[in-house]
């Protein structure tokens, strides 16, 4: 059996890393995206001392260079990709706490990163994508981008104001819809993932959940068969309101 390939964007650390450790376990041979060379190498490392296949891609997101340069590394490479996982966002310390406070240049940085950059990298990537037989991309949003969670009075985050980061992560949600529906009719399956309130550098390490816990949705969507859903919103224990 074919061995699969994965990337996994800003997988040096956190969540990303913990879901390239997942697709390593299950012999999935994984590229690690991240900016920093030296961060990337080190989880490159870590990984190998642990027994999985992998790879470091150096990759900034948000510039179309380095996102070209990446897709033609990985291309002559390994002739192909099966799995797309786009991790790597940002949340503004500059951000306000309420709407006025939030200037459209934080809101812009923020969506650079959380969905111009998927949008660039899934675009660099899909051709070789096509060349899979299971062509997979998971796109990691979160509960912050559900809309049914911002309007529900009962939700734990009804009273959440962010313009940015929430913003982004609704803007996501659609983002996937639209190549899930694009690729409705091929063996592609395109779904976002909610990986829940965890504990990394982007929130200082305030989550409730671990890094690992957070992976979860991501690694399980990443596998699925050909019988899986597609334009979907997941989370660990399933099906996640939009």
């Known amino acids: ?117 998927v949008v660039a990298v899934t675009r660099a990537f899909v051709p070789l994508l096509e060349r899979s037989g299971e062509p997979r991309i998971v796109n990691v949003s979160s509960e912050v981008g559900s809309f049914e969670a911002m309007t529900n009075p009962e939700s734990p985050f009804y009273m959440l104001k962010g313009v940015g980061y929430q913003a982004s992560k609704s803007a996501l949600n659609a983002v996937t819809l639209a190549y899930a529906k694009h690729f409705a009719e091929t063996p592609f399956k395109v779904n976002a993932v909610n990986p829940g309130y965890c504990a990394t550098d982007l929130n200082g390490n305030a989550g409730h959940r671990t890094p690992e816990e957070g992976s979860r949705a991501a690694i399980r969507m990443a596998l699925i068969g050909a019988d899986g859903p597609t334009g979907t919103f997941e989370s660990e224990e399933g099906p996640h309101s939009w």
């Open 1 to 117: 059996m074919t061995t699969k390939i994965a990337l996994v964007t800003g997988a040096n650390k956190g969540i990303g890393l913990e879901i390239a450790r997942g697709l390593g376990k299950a012999g999935v041979t994984v590229l690690v995206g991240a900016r920093s060379p030296e961060r990337g190498e080190a989880a490159v490392a870590t990984l190998r001392e642990e027994g999985h296949e992998a790879a470091f891609v150096r990759i900034d997101v948000t510039d179309a260079a380095s996102v070209t340069a990446a897709a033609e590394q990985v291309e002559a490479a390994y002739g192909r990709l099966d799995i797309l996982v786009n991790n790597a966002a940002v949340i503004s310390r500059a951000e306000g706490w309420t709407p006025v406070e939030t200037t459209v240049e934080v809101v812009r940085e923020t969506f650079e990163t959380n969905v111009f950059g």
